[in-house]
């Protein structure tokens, strides 16, 4: 009960975080997409960009890839904030929401950077945060209660190893060392983050009670 007053603090300021990236994602983005496409659209094309930012990247296409990676990746900026601006948040896209961000970072870091051991930690992570997100899942359909949405340590992480790897396929087309390295330092801060925000989902699963 002697934390709560901190833990709302906490909460409020997130929640107004979120509000004015929300706000701003919304002046910018939201007037090209019609209000006949839903979040879980937005969800589902990035599943579909993710194999071919793939293919691109195996033919050399690699000005390409790195556009369709930028697309995909906004594709997650803006369908959490249409979900939450115009009320369209189903319990279907928070859980798929978060695998199709996992799958495309896991997917793009594996096959370009895969001899760094920071990218083999984060896709160890990787791996484990599903196996999180599908627990997740089966507690909320067996107790018919709403998944928990991602927090915001599992959102910083998500825009530290998109800006990573935007900075590193950039380095790497261009040959520059020294921007790649930076790139991995990076990482490993979203690292951090993820650690951080696997703490928080286990703490919020386990140990998180009502207040009385």
Same mark, same amino acid.
């Given at each position: 009960?002697?934390? %709560? /007053? *901190? ?15 929300? #706000?701003?994602?919304q002046k910018a983005l939201f007037w090209a ?5 839903? /979040?879980?659209?937005? !969800? ?11 293919? !691109? ?17 906004? !594709? ?6 249409? *979900? ?13 929401? /978060?695998? *199709? ?5 896991a997917s793009v870091l594996g096959y370009v ?6 990218? @083999? ?14 627990? #997740?899942?089966?507690?909320? &359909? ?6 928990? *949405? ?6 910083? @992480? ?13 380095? #790497?087309?261009?040959?520059? @060392?020294?921007? %790649? ?14 650690? &951080?925000?696997?703490? @928080?989902? &286990? ?6 009670? /009502?207040?009385?």
């Amino acid at each position: 009960m002697m934390d %709560q /007053p *901190a833990n709302d603090g906490y909460t409020k300021n997130t929640r107004a975080f979120q509000r004015s990236i929300d #706000g701003a994602v919304q002046k910018a983005l939201f007037w090209a997409i019609p209000e006949w496409v839903r /979040p879980n659209h937005l !969800t589902i094309l990035r599943f579909v960009l993710t194999p071919v930012v793939i293919v !691109t990247l195996h033919y050399h296409l690699r000005w390409l890839a790195l556009v369709l990676f930028i697309a995909a990746v906004t !594709t997650d900026f803006v369908d959490g904030a249409m *979900a939450r601006r115009r009320g369209q948040i189903t319990k279907a896209g928070i859980i798929i929401d /978060p695998i *199709a961000d996992k799958i495309l970072v896991a997917s793009v870091l594996g096959y370009v950077g895969f001899h760094y051991l920071v990218v @083999k930690i984060i896709l160890a992570l990787i791996v484990a945060e599903i196996i999180l997100v599908a627990i #997740g899942a089966g507690v909320s &359909l067996r107790t018919r209660r709403p998944p928990a *949405a991602a927090n915001v340590f599992g959102k910083s @992480k998500m825009v530290l190893q998109s800006i990573a790897l935007i900075i590193f396929l950039v380095a #790497g087309f261009l040959s520059l @060392k020294g921007l %790649q390295d930076f790139s991995s330092y990076l990482l490993w801060v979203a690292v951090a983050f993820a650690v &951080l925000s696997g703490v @928080k989902q &286990l703490r919020d699963a386990f140990f998180k009670h /009502p207040a009385a």
